[in-house]
């Protein structure tokens, strides 16, 4: 997709990629409505970026999805891209995360990405044209120990990826699923960030990552695992799981002590 004067809503626009993405976006032309949780941090964004809406809610509810995604419609008028970016981790072993958080993740980060397409869609089917770019996980494709809820959401996010873009397939508009390895970003708390070292997760910058964002975008990319060797190991789980158990079993060792907090 060409991204000048694209009409794009934007999820997670003021957490760490959000920000990045809404400046490449800006840059290329596009007219934002950016959506966040976060109304302050919106407001200082869309003072940055000339010309761009904020639209701030929680998407933790299929009312808010509807009603985010209807004033992004009248803000900009009709929508070409809708980016689902919005997300929330855990880190926690599964017998101790509370059920109101794993309710939470699901709904941020599976049902919102489908509530928002269920409003949006309508409008992209009438016009014939359009996008949808759901930001995945590689968890998405690998389940992780001790991310097993955010590893459940991001599975979900892509199969509903797949099955819309081929239920799409015959028409203008297309859906992309984009796969990013461990970013260094808010998202990872501190405990994260020492089992990552502890265990010798790679961790790209975001920059980088919204650089490969962007290019996936504007080159129609049906879907996009970034990192290496995270992207064969995409693969060789979809074949050879049991494989991956052993090879991951270390590591799993390692994480409990700092999901159970003992580290
Ligand atoms: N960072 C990584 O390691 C990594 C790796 C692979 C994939 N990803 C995916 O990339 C996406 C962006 O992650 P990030 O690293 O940029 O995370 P981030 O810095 O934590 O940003 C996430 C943004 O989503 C917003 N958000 C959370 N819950 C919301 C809700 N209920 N309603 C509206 N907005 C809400 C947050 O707002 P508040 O701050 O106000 O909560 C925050 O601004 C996520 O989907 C994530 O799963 C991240």
């Known amino acids: 997709m060409n991204l000048k004067d694209k009409r794009v809503v934007l999820t997670g626009a003021a957490g760490g990629m959000g920000k990045i993405i809404a400046r490449e976006l800006h840059k290329r032309g596009a ?3 950016l959506v966040d949780a ?19 809610g929680d998407l933790s509810s299929a009312g808010e999805c509807k009603v985010v995604a209807a004033q992004c419609q009248s803000l900009l008028g009709g929508v070409d891209l809708l980016i689902n970016l919005a997300g929330i ?3 926690a072993a599964f017998e101790d995360e509370p059920v109101e958080k794993i309710e939470l993740m699901m709904h941020v980060n599976l049902l919102a990405p489908m509530w928002l397409s269920r409003a949006l869609l309508p409008a992209m089917q009438a016009q014939n044209s359009g996008q949808i770019v759901n930001i995945g996980s590689i968890f998405g494709s690998i389940g992780f120990a001790y991310f097993t809820t955010y590893s459940a959401s991001k599975f979900g996010l892509r199969g509903f990826s797949e099955a819309l873009r081929r239920e799409l397939a015959d028409t203008g508009i297309k ?11 808010p998202m990872n708390n501190d ?4 089992m990552g070292e502890a265990t010798k ?4 910058e975001p920059d980088a990552v919204v650089a490969k964002i962007i ?3 504007e080159t129609d990319k049906k879907d996009a695992y970034f990192g290496f060797p995270e992207s064969l190991f995409v693969r060789i789980n979809g074949l050879l799981p049991r494989l991956v158990d052993g090879s991951l079993a270390a590591q799993n060792r390692i994480a409990r002590a700092f999901a159970k907090g003992e580290k």
């Open 31 to 33: 007219v934002l409505a």
């Open 38 to 56: 976060n109304a302050d941090a919106l407001g200082a964004m869309v003072a940055e970026l000339d010309g761009a809406h904020a639209a701030p």
């Open 89 to 91: 981790n855990s880190f």
């Open 175 to 185: 859906v992309t699923y984009i796969a990013p390895r461990a970013v260094k970003t």
């Open 191 to 194: 405990a994260v960030m020492r």
């Open 201 to 204: 997760m790679n961790m790209d």
């Open 215 to 217: 290019a996936a975008i």
